[in-house]
């Protein structure tokens, strides 16, 4: 099942980029698919189809992952024994399953606007192009929490290793990613505060938007109570995850600030819902994902990555994607709307400095690639069964919660303490 929802993801891709090359130039409605702009050209039915094949990819995926975790962890390993990391992608795979059939319901209907004469969201007929921003959000706010939940069960594990201590407040940081989860279902409507709500509507989804700051800075409380009086040490993959979680809280500050429906009058559209939204998902999701990389490349490879290099991609990335995306709240603030083409020569400054960060940092991930390629083949230093030296009384990671009876058995923790007589009890 794995395997078949992995597979579905390259011809899905392949038929959603052939779009590109029919009349029209692809679909016309940006990746939010807003009617009526995206029922323009002949290629909304081959969109459609991709987003269905994407969705059941995931889907299939997610039930592989429930029922992974559900039926087969290891003798004793009760819910509450689970690293944070499986916690993640247990709630994530459950958003999954929620909310991509309610994406596959609004592309279905935008189908039956083009093709087949219904008037869901075709005024003329009666329709109302709102109701899909409803539909759509409903899907893509939680969404956006499953690109970021997996990320912070990274995280979660990552700073417990670094810092020589367990996780700070295991059941808070859990119940903490169930509610994101939950409150990730009743705040779709801040992407539409421009629409024309009524006043009642703008003020639940706000509130509802602020409330779901709380279990966000639990989370980020926890992180750096973890590492506040640990033995730290500041191996590559800690330097990407400390960079997360303050990179990450200026996202999650900036996304307060739209969450304040008379302000995001201001904010729609702009280019600060860019630079807000990048902060959350390039310094939150994908420096995790790049944290999580070289934390496991070792175990992956049986092999150790150059440090030095490690380091040099880190801090090349983090100067540049400042550069990139941080002009890009001024330019917001001072008025520049997203997705236009062109743009008023006052805002050129910014927007040079801005390209000159991307440009250095998508140069700086070829570091990445480059290290990547010297561990799988290059490297003739061997990974150790205890790979961060200085990790006393650690196998490869601290576990999230303290491994204190994990298991029936309690397992031996080194060759050491086999040699004494001596285990974990």
């Given at each position: 099942?794995?395997?078949?929802?992995?597979?579905?993801?390259?011809?899905?891709?392949?038929?959603?980029?052939?779009?590109?090359?029919?009349?029209?130039?692809?679909?016309?409605?940006?990746?939010?698919?807003?009617?009526?702009?995206?029922?323009?050209?002949?290629?909304?039915?081959?969109?459609?189809?991709?987003?269905?094949?994407?969705?059941?990819?995931?889907?299939?995926?997610?039930?592989?992952?429930?029922?992974?975790?559900?039926?087969?962890?290891?003798?004793?390993?009760?819910?509450?024994?689970?690293?944070?990391?499986?916690?993640?992608?247990?709630?994530?795979?459950?958003?999954?399953?929620?909310?991509?059939?309610?994406?596959?319901?609004?592309?279905?209907?935008?189908?039956?606007?083009?093709?087949?004469?219904?008037?869901?969201?075709?005024?003329?007929?009666?329709?109302?192009?709102?109701?899909?921003?409803?539909?759509?959000?409903?899907?893509?706010?939680?969404?956006?929490?499953?690109?970021?939940?997996?990320?912070?069960?990274?995280?979660?594990?990552?700073?417990?290793?670094?810092?020589?201590?367990?996780?700070?407040?295991?059941?808070?940081?859990?119940?903490?990613?169930?509610?994101?989860?939950?409150?990730?279902?009743?705040?779709?409507?801040?992407?539409?505060?421009?629409?024309?709500?009524?006043?009642?509507?703008?003020?639940?989804?706000?509130?509802?938007?602020?409330?779901?700051?709380?279990?966000?800075?639990?989370?980020?409380?926890?992180?750096?109570?973890?590492?506040?009086?640990?033995?730290?040490?500041?191996?590559?993959?800690?330097?990407?995850?400390?960079?997360?979680?303050?990179?990450?809280?200026?996202?999650?500050?900036?996304?307060?600030?739209?969450?304040?429906?008379?302000?995001?009058?201001?904010?729609?559209?702009?280019?600060?819902?860019?630079?807000?939204?990048?902060?959350?998902?390039?310094?939150?999701?994908?420096?995790?994902?790049?944290?999580?990389?070289?934390?496991?490349?070792?175990?992956?490879?049986?092999?150790?990555?150059?440090?030095?290099?490690?380091?040099?991609?880190?801090?090349?990335?983090?100067?540049?994607?400042?550069?990139?995306?941080?002009?890009?709240?001024?330019?917001?603030?001072?008025?520049?709307?997203?997705?236009?083409?062109?743009?008023?020569?006052?805002?050129?400054?910014?927007n040079m400095i801005s390209s000159i960060g991307g440009f250095w940092f998508g140069a700086s991930q070829l570091i990445f690639l480059g290290v990547i390629i010297h561990t799988v083949w290059f490297s003739k230093k061997k990974a150790t069964d205890r790979v961060w030296e200085g990790a006393k009384g650690l196998e490869w990671t601290v576990p999230s919660p303290a491994p204190f009876h994990t298991f029936d058995v309690p397992p031996i923790i080194n060759d050491d303490e086999l040699a004494h007589g001596h285990t974990d009890d």
């Open positions: 099942m794995n395997n078949l929802s992995f597979w579905i993801l390259p011809f899905a891709f392949a038929l959603l980029l052939s779009t590109l090359f029919m009349p029209g130039g692809g679909p016309a409605g940006g990746w939010t698919m807003y009617p009526p702009l995206s029922l323009q050209g002949d290629s909304v039915a081959y969109v459609v189809f991709a987003v269905h094949l994407m969705g059941i990819s995931s889907i299939m995926g997610a039930i592989n992952i429930i029922a992974t975790i559900l039926n087969m962890r290891a003798p004793g390993m009760d819910l509450l024994k689970m690293p944070v990391f499986v916690w993640s992608w247990l709630i994530t795979a459950f958003l999954l399953i929620a909310v991509m059939p309610v994406l596959a319901g609004a592309v279905t209907m935008l189908l039956t606007d083009k093709y087949f004469g219904t008037s869901f969201f075709n005024a003329a007929g009666g329709g109302d192009p709102v109701l899909f921003q409803h539909i759509f959000w409903f899907f893509g706010h939680p969404e956006v929490y499953i690109m970021i939940l997996p990320a912070f069960g990274l995280v979660s594990e990552i700073i417990p290793t670094f810092a020589r201590k367990p996780i700070f407040g295991y059941k808070a940081m859990v119940f903490a990613i169930a509610s994101i989860a939950f409150l990730s279902f009743i705040v779709w409507a801040h992407h539409m505060f421009a629409v024309g709500l009524p006043l009642g509507g703008e003020i639940f989804f706000m509130y509802a938007t602020m409330l779901i700051a709380v279990p966000t800075g639990v989370k980020v409380f926890n992180w750096v109570s973890t590492m506040w009086g640990g033995s730290m040490t500041f191996e590559t993959p800690m330097l990407w995850a400390i960079a997360f979680v303050i990179l990450f809280t200026i996202g999650g500050f900036s996304g307060l600030m739209l969450a304040l429906a008379p302000a995001d009058f201001q904010y729609h559209d702009s280019y600060f819902v860019v630079a807000h939204f990048h902060y959350v998902l390039v310094t939150g999701a994908i420096f995790a994902i790049i944290a999580g990389s070289y934390y496991w490349l070792p175990k992956w490879t049986g092999r150790m990555y150059s440090e030095t290099w490690g380091k040099i991609h880190f801090w090349s990335s983090v100067i540049s994607v400042n550069v990139l995306f941080f002009p890009q709240h001024f330019l917001g603030l001072a008025g520049m709307p997203r997705r236009i083409p062109d743009y008023n020569v006052a805002f050129a400054n910014f």
